[in-house]
């Protein structure tokens, strides 16, 4: 982790021209819908912003979104948390497993006319 703080003059930028498009649309989208980003503060994960002792668990993934969707005035109340391990039920018989070697996901978000749904797989509840 300490190495990506590290400068490193001779890096690449790891991003896609086609990938900095997705990135740059969405989050115009997210500016013009959402919340105004330029009015934003910069969240950082201190106790300036969170003052809680985190477990790892559920509960703490649930005060994070509460805390961001406070600090940026947005309502979460519409926003379903669930959480997975290893394999994800979309419902209707689908259902995706990784195989075990590969690294599988940190999460999904799932979004329609009825709500958004941010998974998180457990494993990531750590970090």
Known sequence: MLSFWKKNTSAKCPVTPEDK????????????????????????????????????????????????????????SMIQLDFFHDQIDFGNGLLTTREKHESGVAGSYLGDDEGEAIMIERDQLKD
């Open 21 to 76: 498009e997705w990135i740059d649309g969405n989050l115009q989208w997210l500016d013009r819908n959402v919340v105004a980003l330029a009015e934003q503060p910069t969240v950082l994960p201190t106790k300036e912003f969170f003052s809680r002792k985190f477990t790892s668990t559920e509960d703490d993934a649930h005060y994070v979104l509460e805390r961001v969707g406070e600090i940026c005035g947005i309502n979460v």
